[in-house]
């Protein structure tokens, strides 16, 4: 590949939504660059669900055959590397890589998701996304009825224990620290028989990320074989943001119904988006922003 060659659109992040995006814009005869740099934030689950077609395979098995299918359409294009710099303005967007190539593009779609803040506790990390989890539409059905923590606090926790006593009536809540739930919240949950421990956490005791103990800093410990949190983000890219792409009080970059973000040309789509971290989620946001990528372009020349 050339270092400087222009496409009708480029796509920052070759994930399922990314591939997604890339689809229907090879589809709709469009010339496209896909650039990824292949740090999925679902690399550590060892399964993937709730995706029909696709239930209980892995995420490298999803996106590897999602890939040799976009493969297939010979205006997609692809540059294994990490996007650095963005620039430009509609119709002469100018993107840089780490090995200095730089590429430009009518149109822009990041579909760079997210990146997980993990909070500082041994073990927590090494067990993300394999017991330590964050949907249960994911992940709740296979551990189903098992002993289950929620590491969270005030209405985060007693909004998702209600959720999660769904899927278990072996749960406990566990605040790390004093409790912020309200003196009704607590009750409450008292009444389902979910308890709420306030305990600050050491670490948690695991083999190769499947949970098994909870270790206190007083020296106790708690058997769970499940965990539920809601982690801190950061936008994985950082280069929406330096072209002027807006966030939302969430942390999500902003977009229209279109999928737009606020600087015109530029879209997003996936987890950077949208709060429902799913992979069906991602491929239908991937797909609606190559549909209006296309539309986009095909207006403008018309």
């Not at 270092?3 to 659109?9: G, N, T």
């Not at 359409?73 to 993107?95: D, E, Q, R």
């Not at 600087?263 to 989620?281: F, H, K, M, P, Q």
Request: aromatic letters at 8%.
């Amino acid at each position: 590949m050339k270092k400087e060659e222009h496409f009708d659109v480029i796509i920052i992040g070759g994930s399922y939504s990314g591939l997604a995006a890339g689809m229907a814009l090879g589809r709709a005869l469009k010339r496209v660059l896909i650039i990824d740099s292949n740090t999925p934030c679902n690399r550590q689950t060892p399964y993937s669900h709730n995706f029909i077609t696709n239930d209980g395979k892995t995420p490298a098995e999803i996106a590897s055959a999602a890939k040799q299918q976009v493969e297939a359409y010979p205006m997609v294009h692809f540059f294994n590397g990490l996007a650095v710099l963005g620039s430009g303005t509609n119709k002469a967007f100018k993107i840089q890589v780490a090995s200095g190539e730089t590429f430009s593009g009518d149109k822009l779609i990041f579909a760079t998701g997210i990146k997980d803040i993990m909070p500082n506790i041994d073990g927590f990390s090494e067990c993300w996304g394999i017991s330590v989890l964050h949907c249960p539409y994911c992940h709740g059905y296979e551990v189903k009825n098992e002993i289950t923590g929620i590491l969270g606090n005030g209405d985060y926790a007693f909004e998702f224990g209600k959720l999660i006593s769904n899927w278990t009536q072996q749960l406990t809540i566990y605040t790390n620290g004093r409790s912020t739930l309200t003196t009704e919240q607590t009750a409450k949950l008292g009444v389902h028989n979910i308890s709420v421990v306030e305990t600050e956490i050491e670490r948690l005791e695991h083999h190769k990320g499947q949970l098994q103990n909870i270790i206190f800093k007083n020296g106790s410990k708690a058997a769970v074989t499940a965990m539920y949190n809601k982690t801190a983000f950061d936008q994985h890219s950082a280069i929406p943001e330096a072209m002027g792409c807006e966030l939302n009080e969430e942390g999500y970059l902003k977009t229209d119904a279109n999928l737009q973000t606020t600087i015109n040309g530029i879209y997003a789509c996936g987890d950077n988006v949208s709060r429902l971290r799913t992979v069906a989620n991602a491929v239908a946001m991937g797909t609606a922003a190559g549909m209006m990528v296309n539309k986009e372009l095909v207006f403008e020349k018309f």
